[in-house]
């Protein structure tokens, strides 16, 4: 069974903005003189460089495509699935201000790869037996969502191209997306946030604003962001419950 398409379509438009930032760097350099581009030549060929080690050493974390690193019920979850999820957690590591190619690091990527892999793969199940389908029309409606990522159709197949996947690849994994979607709407309860909570979590946030001697915005003006992030969450911690539920029931065997 394919996986939620999340980490294989963070995939995708990685490529495709990463084009779009090239484009933008370029411009930008034109607008340089000549002595400031010459810093700055020489600032990026030093920051290109840490990047290319740093990407061999996530390079080396992932595994062989065919592997089987987990069995979770009957359904395999290979290679190709891990080291596509890796990625994406990889980055929220890093966007966190974490190194995850140090030794606690990498322990933590491997451990919240297959986590969210194994987690993924019993909604996927249970939703499968509860029904829940969906539609070429609603696979057909996001993947057109998908491509608005994108400049061009042009940009897009060549995106499409360098993720490794194909079109039938990328709708199946839409399709489940979309299931994954569907059984948490219905099967999980909403969560409740309450005013407090947002101005509490408001208040912390702009006392940590003050510290670095910025200006918060306004609590009303993103009072409603504030709400939605923490719902989220609590949504989220809803789905971790429902998760280790299945998991009760379920004959999980990681090989990795």
Avoid: H, R, W
């Avoid at 411009?27 to 740093?54: G, H, V, Y």
């Avoid at 990625?87 to 966007?95: A, C, E, P, R, Y």
């Avoid at 070429?136 to 400049?151: G, H, I, T």
């Avoid at 994954?180 to 219905?186: C, N, T």
């Amino acid at each position: 069974m394919k996986k939620v398409s999340y980490t294989l379509i963070a995939c995708l438009l990685s490529v495709g903005l990463a084009a779009c930032s090239s484009n933008d760097a370029k411009q930008d350099k034109q607008n340089d003189s000549a002595k400031s581009k010459e810093t700055t030549q020489a600032d990026q060929k030093e920051q290109q460089k840490q990047m290319e080690e740093m990407q061999k050493k996530l390079d080396a974390q992932k595994i062989d495509d065919q592997k089987v690193v987990a069995t979770v019920n009957k359904d395999k979850i290979t290679g190709s699935e891990y080291n596509s999820a890796l990625s994406t957690i990889q980055g929220q590591l890093q966007q966190s201000g974490q190194d995850p190619t140090s030794k606690e690091g990498a322990k933590a990527v491997k451990k919240q790869t297959i986590d969210a892999l194994v987690g993924q793969e019993l909604i996927l199940q249970d939703a499968e037996k509860k029904g829940y389908k969906a539609s070429d029309k609603q696979v057909d409606k996001q993947l057109k969502e998908e491509k608005k990522q994108f400049k061009d159709n042009a940009q897009f197949e060549e995106a499409l191209k360098k993720s490794g996947l194909t079109m039938d690849q990328l709708k199946s994994d839409i399709a489940d997306s979309i299931k994954y979607s569907q059984y948490v709407d219905k099967e999980i309860k909403s969560a409740s946030v309450s005013e407090k909570d947002v101005k509490a979590y408001y208040d912390q946030y702009a006392e940590q604003m003050k510290k670095q001697k910025q200006k918060a915005p306004d609590f009303k003006d993103v009072k409603s962001q504030i709400k939605k992030q923490l719902e989220s969450q609590e949504k989220q911690k809803e789905v971790q419950k429902e998760i280790d539920q299945l998991k009760k029931s379920a004959k999980i065997d990681v090989s990795i």
